[in-house]
T-cell receptor
Framework: DAGVIQSPRHEVTEMGQEVTLRCKPI?????LFWYRQTMMRGLELLIY????????DSGMPEDRFSAKMPNASFSTLKIQPSEPRDSAVYFC????????????FGPGTRLTVT | EDQVTQSPEALRLQEGESSSLNCSYT??????LFWYRQDPGKGPEFLFT???AGEEKEKERLKATLTKKESFLHITAPKPEDSATYLC???????????????FGKGTHLIIQP
């Protein structure tokens, strides 16, 4: 299996622009998670889906952030408009089930907003 | 709110010098405690899941243990390739990180010198 796939790997954009991050989970996994990692705050859960349905988005920092999962093999995280404080590494992870099943992480997208 | 604190923040060891990393946690109903390894520029890589106090798991030079308040990652006779950031995460039944999302500590940056 190719593992969790994320694109792009690096994104540099200017403040105010729209940014879309993409994720393809491991085939057969029912759960998909979006995390953000910064030096100050570490890894933080943003939102997660079960069977393509958003379950908990309480970690989404504000209305500028939105996430969708139109089918079992694709998810997007969109930031509009982007701000410098959004600069971070964004990880997508997937797992076979919810509960205490290990989550497998993608390589991440490093976002820089200037 | 669920909390995970890892110590030390950084640790430098000589090759072959054994040590332990600590993960203290406060959660409302622990369902599982996870250890991940993260190499620079990569996503976290799953190592262990521990479910209940007294449980231990081993993999090569690593052994993870769990009590009601903390977990330890013991590293025996480490090699330079064990250098990485080690992350601890908890999955709780409460609302802190979502029923299925993980709450992460900030990690211990481990360097093994030859």
């Amino acid at each position: 299996d190719a593992g969790v796939i994320q694109s792009p790997r690096h994104e540099v954009t200017e403040m105010g622009q729209e940014v879309t991050l993409r994720c393809k989970p491991i085939s057969g996994h029912d759960y998909l998670f979006w995390y953000r990692q910064t030096m100050m705050r570490g890894l933080e859960l943003l939102i997660y889906f079960n069977n393509n349905v958003p379950i908990d988005d309480s970690g989404m920092p504000e209305d500028r952030f939105s996430a969708k999962m139109p089918n079992a093999s694709f998810s997007t995280l969109k930031i509009q408009p982007s701000e410098p404080r959004d600069s971070a590494v964004y990880f997508c992870a997937s797992s076979w089930k919810g509960g205490v099943y290990e989550q497998y992480f993608g390589p991440g997208t490093r976002l820089t907003v200037t | 709110e669920d909390q995970v604190t890892q110590s030390p923040e950084a640790l430098r060891l000589q090759e072959g010098e054994s040590s332990s990393l600590n993960c203290s946690y406060t959660v409302s109903g622990l369902r599982g405690l996870f250890w991940y390894r993260q190499d620079p520029g990569k996503g976290p890589e799953f190592l262990f899941t521990l479910y209940s106090a007294g449980e231990e798991k081993e993999k090569e030079r690593l052994k993870a243990t769990l009590t009601k308040k903390e977990s330890f990652l013991h590293i025996t006779a480490p090699k330079p390739e064990d250098s990485a950031t080690y992350l601890c995460a908890v999955q709780a039944g409460g609302s802190g990180g979502g029923a299925d999302g993980l709450t992460f500590g900030k990690g211990t940056h481990l360097i093994i010198q030859p």
